[in-house]
């Protein structure tokens, strides 16, 4: 099955299975959903032209795979736990990041982001796959609690060549953990197409590890929302994981050190570009009524103003003392670490005169 609620021309399709898990999602509700991706795609322009101005080493953009993040990421509760990849900047929009935030780590400013624990998500993984593992002992840990909280890991479709992610779906599956596997296909795992990585759609190999799946539109932001509520009741329920391959696509590089025209077909990136979620979503708006002329100028200076925000706080990051390399190594007082900076401040005063 492919979960689709509102088609390339922003019409709503009829699905008795998953319209109930999105019946209080109402117009004005969507619209919100629009200006959330509106923002975050700003954000993520805004961010590309600081890295290619010298004010950023890296970024990551998410341009494309707006819908996936925010569909999911607004059905999340509170006290659910996020573990994610390094492009989920949309994600942590949801949680409530702090915009400066986002870019500290690319900045090359600190050694993190974000107290993880302040938002309830992780601090992004750069080590492919890695944070399905820490998502799999996490919802463990809320199953051992009685809670009925979930943890959710995002990952791209790359990541499903990487054992740790197996690993973590036997584990999942095994100990019928709370977790959600949100995998981002977004048909590029840096320079290799996802069909040289699987002959199957990705969900189905989820049923291999007795894993249940769900297959949905990724540029479809409601259709998204109403996988990840079924995944996530699951889950609060006792069920165990579950699986959403959302389809999408990465319209813009990998990173930027990365040249996607070198392996890219510009008609492919055209033909993606025509299933645009946030021009979805806008046809689907305008139809309803509720996005007019003066929703749009509203919407526009929101995301100006996030823009503007977000570039003063990356410029305002003053660089960190030397020795606070050794600060947050160990949660408690460590002799290898006094050490080691001890050695390290007789080096630094050696340049002194």
Do not use: K
């Not at 051992?144 to 990487?162: I, K, Q, R």
């Not at 990724?218 to 929302?225: H, I, Q």
């Amino acid at each position: 099955m492919f979960v689709q609620l509102l088609d390339e021309r922003g019409s709503r399709l009829p699905s008795p299975e998953f319209d109930p898990h999105v019946a209080d999602l109402t117009p004005d509700a969507l619209l919100g959903f629009y200006r959330d991706m509106l923002v975050v795609r700003r954000i993520d322009t805004e961010a590309t032209a600081l890295q290619r101005q010298g004010e950023l080493a890296l970024w990551p953009p998410l341009l494309g795979q707006e819908a996936a993040q925010i569909g999911s990421g607004r059905m999340l509760r509170a006290d659910d736990f996020v573990f994610s990849s390094y492009r989920e900047h949309a994600v942590a929009y949801t949680r409530g990041v702090a915009l400066q935030d986002l870019v500290r780590v690319w900045r090359g400013t600190s050694q993190s982001g974000w107290d993880p624990f302040a938002v309830n998500m992780s601090t992004p993984q750069v080590i492919i796959g890695a944070q399905t593992l820490h998502a799999v002992g996490y919802a463990m840990g809320i199953r051992n609690d009685g809670a009925d909280a979930t943890a959710v890991t995002y990952f791209g479709d790359g990541a499903l060549s990487e054992g740790d992610v197996s690993e973590a779906m036997v584990f999942a599956a095994s100990f019928g953990a709370p977790v959600v596997f949100f995998c981002q296909n977004n048909h590029w795992a840096i320079s290799e197409p996802v069909r040289v990585q699987s002959t199957v759609a990705l969900a189905d190999r989820a049923g291999g590890f007795g894993i249940p799946s769900l297959r949905v539109d990724g540029n479809d932001v409601l259709a998204v929302a109403a996988a990840t509520r079924v995944a996530l009741d699951r889950a609060r329920a006792g069920g165990g994981p579950t699986f959403i391959e959302a389809v999408t696509y990465r319209m813009g590089p990998h990173t930027t050190a990365d040249d996607p025209t070198r392996y890219r077909d510009a008609d492919e990136l055209a033909a993606w570009a025509e299933r645009d979620p946030i021009s979805r979503l806008a046809l689907h708006l305008r139809a309803e009524g509720v996005l007019d002329e003066a929703a749009e100028a509203r919407i526009a200076g929101e995301t100006d103003a996030a823009a503007a925000e977000l570039r003063a706080g990356c410029l305002a990051l003053d660089d960190p003392a030397p020795l606070a390399l050794f600060d947050h190594v160990y949660a408690e007082p460590h002799p290898g670490i006094d050490r080691q900076r001890a050695e390290y401040a007789r080096y630094l005063d050696g340049f002194a005169d």
